[in-house]
Each structure stands twice: as C-alpha cells, then as structure tokens.
C-alpha cells in the first residue's frame, strides 16, 4: 500500500467514524428527548397522584371528624335518655 492509500484509507475511515459518531449523537438527542417526556409525564402524574391522596387526606379527615360528631350527639342523646327515664320515674312514683 503506497503513502496515498494510507491516507485514503485513513481518511475513509475516519468519514466513517464521524457518521457513526453523528448517527450516535442523534441517537442519543432522541433518547434524551423521549426521557424529557417521560419526566415531564411522571411528575404530572406524580403531581395529580399528590393531589389525590390530599383529596383523600381531607375526606378522611372530615369523616373523622362527623363520625366524633356522631358519637358527641349519640352520647348526648343517651344523657338526655336516662334524664327522661329518670324524671318518669320519679313522676311514677309520686303519683
């Protein structure tokens, strides 16, 4: 092989080289892309995930909080029971 086709050969190479090397960073330039995406997607289903369980956070707690409401009248509501059965009662037995 003469001193030209070494250079040639060489040069061939390298041309081959930098289309792979291009053809690698496109490559890579779509991954990165489609990884954006994906990013971008997973935070805003991240985001609504979040916003749902505060939604069920509040519901709860509201539930919670009828339910101790329930159990203050139902106890009321038992005091004022026994207050009337005491006062027939006592009614009964003075007559």
């Given at each position: 092989?003469?001193?030209?086709?070494?250079?040639?050969?060489?040069?061939?190479?390298?041309?081959?080289?930098?289309?792979?090397?291009?053809?690698?960073?496109?490559?890579?330039?779509?991954?990165?892309?489609?990884?954006k995406a994906m990013t971008e997607r997973a935070?805003?289903?991240?985001a609504r995930a979040d916003s749902q369980q505060d939604l069920v956070d509040h519901q709860q707690d509201r539930a919670q909080m009828q339910?101790?409401?329930?159990d203050l009248a139902a106890k009321e509501l038992a005091d004022v029971s026994d207050r009337l059965q005491a006062a027939a009662t006592a009614l009964r037995d003075s007559v």
């Open positions: 092989m003469t001193t030209r086709e070494d250079i040639a050969s060489v040069a061939e190479q390298l041309a081959e080289l930098t289309r792979t090397v291009e053809a690698m960073a496109k490559g890579l330039e779509a991954m990165t892309t489609d990884l935070d805003r289903q991240q339910q101790e409401r329930i």
